[in-house]
């Protein structure tokens, strides 16, 4: 199967979603600026997205509205020629961003498109661009098929589009040979590494550095439990995916200053993936608060690896397994999150909850990456079929009617 994907290069889950694809023995062409596989080759080429080559001189004598409207003709001319070289069955679109217009004018088909929450979310926000979320609804409406990591998210698609759209749930699967319990010794030159004591109540917030994921929430909540802990707790902060340095993370150790838990904030700064799961070993709890979100692969390796998360409810985790496992508090309520932030660091020495066995068996049988990358062969394979059945060949158009699978 000759499949051709646009994604995010740096991205680690782009790169993940590459060797699934690689390991199904398709044939991938990959489009983006960054090479996420430079030392790959046999079925795998890299092509670098197109766009207007020019220089800060030209974009100055131009001007940024002309410039970026000569830019984004290249790069749908630009994918127009791969599609014609490369002959792909599939095209797959990976984060629904200013590529899936380009994709839409390009006339790329048969079109797959996945949403991993925050592309599409921010659509539905006080501050979203009008033109940008009209161009987006558009490329939306004309895709063959919408993948989503939570039922929420194709909701939200299907009202940009403005129509019910082809749609399946397929959270990003995970390795649960990598995440899963155990990596005690790891665990502890975390700790070690962090200067936590080891008897001391680990709480992780392990989502991005960036406004969105609630850490100004999480560190006044921490701040209000402080003085109710029974046990020493510390809290950390992942910070290895943003840039050191940068405001948000100044301004929120200005705030861990002020409110007098400098001393207890941890930030952990660069950790391999295949590493990732002895932070979670060395973690007692994992603080999920986030203002929007899809069904994020936290919950997965979280699950996997049975530690406890508490997290705020969000409409994407409605009806998940997260509900049942996972201790929810309603929407933003900081008060709330340092109650249970209090339970969970008083109640650290007692035995695990029974649910974190029952927790792991689900993503097991249900959301291993063996799992999704069946499931997504299969989405693939029935695509192609329709295509066939509709007289198209690669590099012509066709519509394929279905209803969207909630």
Not at 203 to 216: C, E, M, N
Request: proline fraction near 4%.
């Amino acid at each position: 199967m000759k499949v051709l994907m646009l994604a995010d290069g740096a991205s680690i889950h782009s790169r993940r979603a590459l060797d699934w694809h690689l390991k199904q023995g398709c044939e991938v062409t990959f489009v983006d600026w960054v090479d996420p596989a430079p030392k790959c080759d046999g079925r795998y080429r890299f092509v670098r997205y197109p766009g207007q080559r020019g220089s800060k001189y030209l974009r100055k004598v131009l001007g940024d509205k002309c410039y970026s409207w000569l830019d984004e003709r290249a790069s749908i001319e630009g994918l127009r020629r791969i599609f014609r070289n490369e002959r792909p069955e599939i095209v797959h679109l990976y984060q629904i961003d200013q590529r899936a217009y380009h994709c839409l004018k390009s006339g790329l088909k048969p079109l797959v498109m996945s949403s991993w929450g925050t592309d599409i979310n921010q659509h539905f926000t006080a501050t979203a661009d009008a033109d940008y979320r009209c161009r987006t609804a558009e490329a939306l409406a004309s895709a063959d098929l919408i993948i989503a990591d939570a039922a929420d998210i194709i909701d939200k698609c299907a009202s940009l589009a403005g129509r019910t759209i082809p749609a399946e749930v397929l959270p990003l699967g995970i390795d649960t040979e990598l995440f899963r319990p155990g990596y005690e010794d790891a665990a502890k030159q975390w700790r070690h590494k962090l200067e936590i004591p080891a008897d001391a109540t680990v709480l992780f917030s392990i989502r991005a550095l960036t406004p969105l994921y609630g850490h100004v929430e999480i560190l006044n909540a921490f701040h209000q439990a402080l003085s109710r802990f029974r046990e020493r707790a510390f809290l950390v902060f992942k910070a290895y995916n943003s840039k050191i340095g940068s405001q948000y993370e100044l301004d929120l150790r200005q705030l861990a200053e002020q409110l007098g838990v400098a001393n207890l904030l941890r930030w952990e700064t660069s950790v391999p993936f295949e590493q990732l799961p002895a932070l979670y070993a060395a973690a007692d709890a994992i603080i999920n608060f986030p203002a929007m979100d899809g069904f994020p692969v936290t919950f997965l390796e979280a699950a996997a690896c049975q530690r406890p998360v508490i997290t705020n409810r969000l409409p994407s985790y409605v009806g998940t397994f997260a509900e049942k496992y996972f201790h929810m508090i309603e929407t933003r309520d900081v008060s709330a999150l340092a109650n249970e932030m209090v339970k969970t660091v008083n109640d650290s020495r007692q035995p695990g909850d029974a649910r974190r066995f029952e927790a792991r068996a689900i993503v097991e049988t249900s959301f291993s990456e063996i799992v999704t990358t069946e499931r997504l062969m299969s989405f693939y394979r029935n695509l192609i079929a329709c295509e066939c059945r509709a007289g198209c060949l690669p590099g012509m158009t066709s519509r394929i009617s279905a209803t969207a699978n909630h």
